[in-house]
Each structure stands twice: as structure tokens, then as C-alpha cells.
């Protein structure tokens, strides 16, 4: 029996309630995602988020999870990614053993492969045991799908599209709960047009410096009000230069801290200096800053 | 009863008006098809429509599926809804969002390219009257062997088409090469424990696995330089459709110097990273100093990214103002790390044409394989120098 709803997704009656529990969860939200999450929690489609790294795309599986109290399955894609690590594996070294200890016992070799190929030695990675959710519908997270290559893109797409997987061993295991879908891409590649097609979409864009400073002081409320925001005014302006890898919202975040703890109460040259490694993550960017002088950056920020 | 038809009229007439924008949004860029629309009206029956914004952005989240969308979608949304569809129908046909103040460039025929993306799902040209194929084989043959900086502005559209549909192709035959050079590669444990379950669970018949594709990679380096300005267009595309068939291609523009249009050529992006171009140099009309760039290249990028699996490709006419010691230097150093250094010179097309300037003639020991790359047809030629088979 297919159910899609937990407890508490029916309570979300609208656009508004969802923008409540993600920012009562610390998640600050704008009514453009908060949309496109409600109508992954009323259309049951597959949710796309594509953005720059570091501006919260993954937070957004997270939070959903906890607001629907839920588990959170996380499927981490990459170059190579294969039905055996996404779906299932058996456990072959104890099948190896098992063989041997019944080697000699009674039974056919038919009820020999079926003990064998069965659930005792089924290793199941994410994307089986989103399926095979036994109370609730879980949040699945495929991220950085854009990592993975066609092929399992493609596999994907039949998951998305059937919600059941077919183990040649076990036969077809249809969802009992529908999974809520979440995946990000960095946009490093094209994804397939089939696969866009089939998820609701939204693109994460750098935060304004309203959106910054109120996530900064979400995070870190502790944090001096002046220090975050000059913090939060030199990353924005950084983030203006042509830079190979701009800081996102998280190198922001690191950087408030590592200041806090080097006891700094406001921004000066050289605590960024110390700290660029938070906000920088390339040899070439760093070079470049430096070489337009944080000073000079600094100056028209504070 | 007279309510009930009522609200039956106005959910009607809603669905009408939502089923028109989606027409209309497929006729401005989007890709929204049957299904598409359908999903809107589902979108549409959840939130509450009352609440414009509430219902622009549950539309933006189901009809788009890029970023390119993504941006297009507020605009179409707001004329639509706006009731002034006329303006946006008139502009949709001579660009849309991707059209770039190419303020630098002279010559229109390289606007014309370079408002057109790489593909042609959404150029605005393909549409539903754009596709006046050229038919006839013999109109085929004289496009593929028209010099790229001699098409006749009537002519451009066609041989887009023409390349790309070509370039599609080689890209196919390509790929099968690669899946077919697969011979015994490692055990399969699953499917070797499968059949020893017969022998009393000794592993005495063996499964193996496919042999992996060997992971081959591209380096291009570009000249987009006055001299070079109209090659560089279609050699990016040809570049743009090599991408998949390398595990990962790296391409760069010089002039006088070294720009990085990995991300951009992946993205598509191909006007936006044009445009850095520009704006990072005194213009397109200095002259050309490949050993320099090279120089660059080799300095910030050569240790990550040559490597004995690397194929690199040069497109250059080989004018370089910049001193020959320089440029055979750097060539010798790219040659020593890759596997093959080919490098392409529209001037080969030009009959009679002896590589005698300075830079060429420096170059050439250094160089595996030198061809003309200055029409469709022999770009198409080079796809037996990219046959995974020679990379043994």
C-alpha cells in the first residue's frame, strides 16, 4: 500500500507554514524555495536544486528531514557510481562461508541459491533503502548528481519514475513509501534533458546581503553585531571579483568563526590576511586578492 | 446550480489561460512540452493562485529545468501576465536573454554565432519556420567545403544545421568505438560465486568483468586573434562536441593571453566567457603571442593537466609576433608530457601554402600530426586521429 504523507506533512497546509518550520529549524528561507519545496511535498515530484557550492543546497534535504521528522537518506554521487554502491551489494564473503558450512547438508541446489540470495546476506545501500522505508517516507538526497555520469542517470530516472527497483536475485521491490526526492548539481555538467524533466527546479543564487547578514546572525547569534556584519561585507565584495571558486555562504560562516576565535571583534587586514584560507579555497584567487590589497577591499567595505 | 456552472466556468477558463502560457512560454524559450503543462495545472490546483507571486514561482519550479530557463521564465512570465504578448513575440526572433553587447566585435556574421548556442534546441532560428532545410547532396558538398571565413551570410544558417548534425554523428561513431575495444578485464566476484554454488562453493569457473574504457583526455588550446576570428567559432563547436567522449576536456583561448572556457564551453555559456575574453585585453586586434600563452599555459596548468593519457590539440594560423625560441620551447615541454600533439592551421586550406613564418617553422618538429582545419569537411577528417585505438 502506497502512502506519501507522515504525520506532520499534513499538517503543512501551505507555502507559509513550510517557510515557518524551516526558519524555526534555522533554515532561513524565501517564499521562491519554500514554493518549490511544497509542491515536492504535494506533487510528490522530485525536487532539482542547482546552485554554486557552498549556498545551502543540501541544507534544504537536511531541514526537510527534521521538519517532517523523518530519516534522511543520503546517496553522495561521483565519477564511476554504480548500481552496486548506489542500490545493493550482496555480502559475498558471507555467502562464501555459508556455502562451505552447508556443503554436505541436505537441500537442493535450488533452496541452497535461495537461502544464499537472500535477505540475511543483502547489503543495501541508499537508494534500495529509500524504498524500503517501513514507516514513513524518507527524505532521499542524490547529491552532486552532476558528478555521477549518464548511464546512472539514466537508472536514476527509471527509480524516479516507478519508485520500484528489480533485483534479478529477489524480484521487484516496490515503495511502500514514497521517498521525498532532493538532488543538487554544481552545474558542472549538463544534466540529461529526461532527468530535468522529470524534477520540479530551482536555482540557489549567492544571498543578497539582507539574506547574508540574517543567516550569519541565524547561525552565530552569539557573534558581534558589527563583526558580522563587516565579515559578511567583504565576502560580498570578494564575491564581485572574476574569482575561480567565489566563496559561498559556508566560507562566510567559517570565517566568522575562525575570527571569533582569534578573538577579533572587527575586521582588520590582518586577521583576514591570517583567515583568507577560510573565505579563498585556490592559490590563484588568493593571489589575486592580495594582489588588488585587502586593504583596499577592506576600506570600502567598513 | 447557477454557482456550481459558474465556478465550472472560471476553473475552465483558468485552465485555458494556464494551458496558454504554457504555449507561450514554449514559443519564448522554454522547453515545455505535454507534459509539462499538465504538471503546471497540478502545481496551479495546490497553491493559491490569488497570490501572483505564490503562483509565478510554483509555475517557474515545474516549467523550468535550467538555469538558462530559470532566467527567462521571470520575463515571459511578467509579459504574459501583463497582456502585452506582442512585444515578446516580435523580440523573441532576433535573440533572447543570451544576446551579448559584443561591442568589440565588427564582422555581424560572428554576432550571428555567437547569439546562437551550441546546440539547437533553443536557438531561435530552429523554431517551428526556422528549419527551411537546404536539400540536395550537392549543396551539402559545397557547404562542407566552403572555407569558414568565406560563407555567404545566406549560407551561415545552413551550415550551422549542417555541422551540427555532421558533428552529432562523429560523436555516435565515436562512442561505439570505444564500447567495442573492451576485451577480459578483472573477475566479477558476483557472478563467479553464482556459479560456484554447483560446485560445492569452490570458485572453479571463473566470470569476468568488461575491461574498462581507458580514460583518455583533451587539452585545446584556441587562437581567437584577428586573424583567427572567424575559424574560431565553428572549432569551438567541434570542440563543444568532442566533449563527451573524453573523460574530461580542458580548453583555453589565447590572443595575448591565456583564458580558461572549461566551465563556459560546458555550460554553454559560450558568449558570457567571449566576453571575459574581451574585456581582460586590449581587444582582439593586437598581435598574437602563442609562445607566451603557452608559456602561461604550461606554467599554470601544465602539471595538472598533461599527463601520458592527454591528446592535445592546438588551433592556430601560427602567426605569432612573440619570439619562435619561446614558442618551440613551450611546444617541446607539452610534447614531452602528452601522448599526441596535434596542431590545426586554417591556412592549410589555402592552396600552395608552406608553413614558412618563423613561429610555424619552429613549431613543426614538435608537432604528431598537422592538418587543416578550415571547413566542415576537414574537421570532420580529424576523427581518425581521435580513435581511442591509437592511444595503446
Known amino acids: 500500500m502506497e502512502s506519501r504523507v507522515t504525520a506532520k506533512a499534513e499538517e503543512i497546509q501551505d507555502v507559509s507554514a513550510v517557510i515557518r518550520g524551516f526558519e524555526r529549524l534555522g533554515y532561513v528561507m524565501d517564499r521562491a524555495l519554500a514554493t518549490a519545496v511544497y509542491l515536492l511535498i504535494e506533487l510528490g515530484k522530485p525536487l532539482l536544486i542547482e546552485g554554486h557550492a557552498g549556498v545551502g543546497k543540501t541544507e534544504v534535504a537536511k531541514v526537510l528531514a527534521s521538519l517532517l521528522d523523518t530519516e534522511l537518506i543520503r546517496l553522495q554521487c561521483y565519477e564511476g557510481l554504480d548500481v552496486n554502491s548506489a542500490v545493493y551489494e550482496w555480502n559475498y564473503q558471507k555467502q562464501l562461508l555459508a556455502i562451505k558450512i552447508r556443503e554436505g547438508t541436505d537441500g537442493t541446489v535450488e533452496e541452497k541459491e535461495k537461502y544464499i540470495f537472500g535477505p540475511d546476506f543483502l547489503l543495501q545501500r541508499p537508494l534500495l533503502q529509500s524504498i524500503r522505508a517501513e514507516e514513513a517516507s524518507p527524505v532521499l538526497l542524490v547529491d552532486e548528481i552532476d558528478r555521477a555520469d549518464e548511464a546512472f542517470e539514466a537508472f536514476l530516472l527509471e527509480l524516479l519514475s516507478e519508485f520500484q527497483i528489480s533485483l534479478p536475485e529477489m524480484g521487484t521491490i516496490k515503495a511502500k513509501h514514497i521517498p521525498y526526492v532532493v538532488l543538487t548539481s554544481n552545474r558542472s555538467r549538463e544534466l540529461s534533458d529526461a532527468l530535468k524533466r522529470r524534477c520540479l527546479y530551482h536555482w540557489i543564487d549567492y544571498p543578497s546581503l539582507e539574506k547574508e547578514l540574517k543567516i550569519v546572525r541565524t547561525k552565530l547569534p552569539r557573534l558581534e553585531e558589527e563583526l558580522s556584519t563587516q565579515v559578511v561585507r567583504f565576502v560580498q565584495a570578494v564575491r564581485q571579483r572574476r574569482l575561480a571558486k567565489p566563496p559561498g555562504v559556508a566560507e562566510t560562516l567559517d570565517c566568522a568563526l575562525a575570527l571569533r576565535s582569534l578573538g577579533k571583534d572587527r575586521l582588520e587586514a590582518e586577521a583576514i590576511e591570517a583567515t583568507l584560507g577560510c573565505i579563498l579555497k585556490s592559490a590563484e584567487d588568493i593571489a589575486k586578492i592580495k594582489a588588488e590589497g585587502i586593504d583596499k577591499i577592506l576600506s570600502q567595505v567598513v | ?392
Open chain 2, 1 to 392: 446550480m447557477r454557482k456550481r456552472e459558474l465556478l465550472q466556468e472560471r476553473s475552465d477558463g483558468l485552465v485555458r489561460v494556464i494551458v496558454e502560457f504554457c504555449r507561450f512560454a514554449r514559443a519564448n524559450g522554454l522547453g515545455v512540452g505535454v507534459k509539462e503543462t499538465i504538471d503546471s495545472l497540478e502545481a496551479a490546483r495546490t497553491v493559491r493562485i490569488t497570490d501572483r507571486e505564490a503562483f509565478k514561482f510554483a509555475l517557474r519550479a515545474v516549467l523550468c529545468s535550467s538555469k538558462q530557463e530559470w532566467d527567462l521564465f521571470d520575463h515571459i512570465f511578467e509579459v504574459f501576465w501583463s497582456g502585452a504578448e506582442h512585444e515578446l513575440q516580435a523580440a523573441s526572433h532576433t535573440g533572447n536573454k543570451w544576446t551579448v553587447n559584443s561591442g568589440q566585435w565588427t564582422a555581424d556574421r560572428s554576432e550571428f554565432f555567437f547569439n546562437c548556442p551550441l546546440t539547437t534546441d533553443h536557438c531561435p532560428l530552429f523554431g517551428e519556420d526556422g528549419g527551411k532545410a537546404v536539400s540536395g547532396a550537392s549543396v551539402y558538398e559545397r557547404l562542407k567545403k566552403t572555407d569558414f571565413s568565406r560563407v555567404p551570410h545566406s549560407d551561415l544558417a545552413s551550415l550551422e544545421q549542417l555541422s551540427l548534425r555532421l558533428l552529432r554523428q562523429m560523436s555516435v561513431r565515436l562512442s561505439r568505438k570505444l564500447k567495442i575495444m573492451q576485451s577480459r578485464g578483472p573477475v566479477d566476484l558476483r557472478r563467479t560465486i553464482r556459479r560456484s554454488i554447483g560446485r560445492g562453493g569452490d570458485p572453479l569457473d571463473l566470470s569476468y568483468k568488461g575491461k574498462k574504457t581507458q580514460p583518455v583526455k583533451l587539452v585545446t588550446l584556441l587562437d581567437v586573434s584577428g586573424s583567427m576570428e572567424l575559424y574560431s567559432v565553428f572549432l569551438l563547436k567541434f570542440v563543444y562536441a568532442l566533449q563527451k567522449h573524453f573523460t574530461r576536456v580542458d580548453s583555453f583561448m589565447f590572443s595575448t593571453r591565456l583564458v580558461n572556457i572549461t566551465d563556459a564551453l560546458r555550460t554553454q555559456l559560450l558568449p558570457a566567457a567571449l566576453m571575459a575574453l574581451s574585456q581582460t585585453e586590449a581587444g582582439w586586434s593586437g598581435g598574437t603571442k602563442i609562445g607566451e600563452s603557452l608559456r602561461d599555459f604550461n606554467r599554470l596548468y601544465g602539471g595538472k593537466l598533461l599527463s601520458r593519457d592527454t591528446l592535445s590539440v592546438i588551433f592556430s594560423d601560427g602567426w605569432d609576433t612573440g619570439e619562435p625560441q619561446v614558442l618551440a620551447g613551450e611546444l617541446s615541454a607539452i610534447k614531452r608530457r602528452v601522448r599526441k600533439l596535434i596542431w590545426l592551421n586554417p591556412l592549410l586550406g589555402l592552396d600552395n601554402y608552406q608553413p614558412m613564418t618563423r613561429g610555424m617553422s619552429a613549431a613543426l618538429p614538435y608537432i604528431d600530426v598537422f592538418a587543416a582545419a578550415h571547413n566542415l569537411e576537414s574537421l570532420l577528417e580529424l576523427e581518425r586521429h581521435l580513435k581511442p585505438s591509437l592511444f595503446r
